[in-house]
């Protein structure tokens, strides 16, 4: 069973940095796409960045790619979105999530999902 739990977002200013983690209690990750998705207010859920169960190959959304990095620990069953240069677009409810697919961006193949966890950058 996996089970996902995130943690490290908070209220910061435009042009700072945070970095979410998201932990495995199941145990499972090592074989799992992994991935952050996020959902603004009043907006659907979107892709935002996800990574091969080898951390081999990464994806991002348009709207991050240069700002933020996906990384994953596989040995401490743990992933990681580094966000930098946040802007007040980028306020949302971050979402970790784990798919047995083999890298897609398609929300409904994602079988694991965290609780979610905020992050708000004020304009």
């Known amino acids: 069973q996996v089970q996902l739990i995130e943690s490290g977002g908070g209220l910061v200013q435009a042009g700072a940095s945070l970095r979410l983690s998201c932990a495995d209690s199941?145990?499972?990750?090592?074989?799992?796409?992994l991935a952050w998705f996020r959902q603004a207010p009043g907006k659907e859920r979107e892709f935002v960045a996800q990574?091969?169960?080898?951390?081999?190959?990464?994806d991002y959304a348009a709207s991050v790619k240069g700002r933020f990095t996906i990384s994953r620990d596989n040995a401490k069953n743990k992933v990681y979105l580094q966000m930098n240069s946040l802007k007040p677009e980028d306020t949302a409810v971050y979402y970790c999530?784990?798919?047995?697919?083999?890298?897609?961006?398609?929300?409904?193949?994602?079988?694991?999902w965290g609780q979610g966890n905020q992050v708000t950058v004020p304009s």
């Open positions: 990574i091969s169960w080898s951390g081999g190959f990464k």
């Open positions: 999530a784990a798919s047995r697919a083999i890298l897609t961006r398609r929300e409904h193949e994602y079988d694991y």
């Open positions: 199941g145990r499972t990750f090592s074989r799992n796409t």
